[in-house]
Every structure is written in C-alpha cells, then in structure tokens.
C-alpha cells in the first residue's frame, strides 16, 4: 500500500470526524446546551484513548504525505485549475488543523480546562482575537469543503461528464461557505447572547 493510498484512507477517516465537528458546531444555533450534550456525545468516541490518538496519527501523517504531494504538484509543468486548487486547498486546511489541534491540545494540557463552546467561541466574539480567527475558522471550513469536493470530482468523473462533476464540486464548496457562515454568525453572538466564562480569560 503506497503513501497515496493510505493519505486517501486516512483522509476519509479525518473527514468523518471532521464532518462530525462541523455537525456539532451547527447544532449551537439551537443553544450552548445543545452543542454541549451532542460534544459529550461525540466525545464518548473520540476521545477514547485508541481512536484519539489513531486521529492524531492520521492528521500527522496528513501533514507528511499532503507535504509530498504538494511537492509532486510543484514539479509538474503546468497545473490544471483544479489541481491548483487542490494544492492551495491542501495547504490552507494543513495549517488550519495543525493550529487547531496544537491549540486544543495546549489548552487541555497547560490551562486544563474543558475545550468546549466557549472556548471557540470566545476567540470569535472577543476583539482583538476575531480579526484573526473569524477568517481563520472561515478559511479552515471552506478549505475543507474545497478539498472534499475536488476528492469527490476525481472520483465521479470517471463516470459522469466533467460538467456534472464540476457542478457536483460548486455545490459541495458552496455548501462548506454556508455551513461557515451560519457557524460563526452563531460562535459570534449573532444567535444569542454569548457571555464566556471568567476561567475563559485566561490569555
């Protein structure tokens, strides 16, 4: 099994949880106690010691092998539109889950305290904080959702015309934008009123 197989199995993997995330995040619009019962939920799987630490050995290993092709791309002579999306795509969500899971991590380990909605949430409603992580969240989503949806045009191409697959990739990029959108008009106070924690002020 080569490199190339193992990133795609990997990567459908990260992109379940991924998915699951995302999914978690949307349900705050019905209320911090929703999201917070549908995190423990989810929690009760990944955070299983054997599946979280499986999750940051895929992701590492993500970050290795999208690194190699990455370089392959480079090396070609000329790029297709969409394989320069998918090398900006590829680079842009890389650094975006790197940054997460770092911070994630750090902050359960140095501040040990539950990551939960609030600690989202406050980066994204607290200036100055918001300058960067409101683009950076919206940056993240829509990258992932470009990178599935070129994953997904490869695939289907080989059995419906390029224009239905290229529809198929619009649709599934514009609907990563909207589920972005809706995230953060609810992580910003757009929703409700969000007041975080004192034990949240901690940087």
Sequence with gaps: MNYKTVHRITGILI?????????????????????????????????????????IASFLFQAYSGISLVVALKKKPKLTTFERLQL??????????????????????????????????????????NLYFVPYYFMGIVAFGVHVGLAHRKRIIQFVRPGIANVHFIFIVLISIFIACIILYTFMGG????EIPEQYEVY
């Excluded at 929703?34 to 939920?41: A, C, F, P, Q």
Aim: glycine content about 4%.
């Design 88 to 129: 900006y795509s590829g680079i842009a969500l890389g650094f975006f889950i790197i940054q997460h899971i770092l911070a994630v991590i750090g902050q359960r380990l140095y501040y040990q305290f539950d990551t939960n909605f609030y600690f989202a949430a406050r980066v994204a409603v607290e200036y100055p904080f």
């Design 191 to 194: 929703r409700y009123l969000i």
């Design 15 to 55: 992109s379940v949880f991924i998915a699951a995330h995302l999914f978690n995040h949307l349900m705050a619009w019905f209320g911090i106690q929703t999201h917070r019962d549908i995190m423990e939920l989810f929690r009760n799987v990944y955070r299983h010691p054997a599946i979280e630490w499986f999750l």
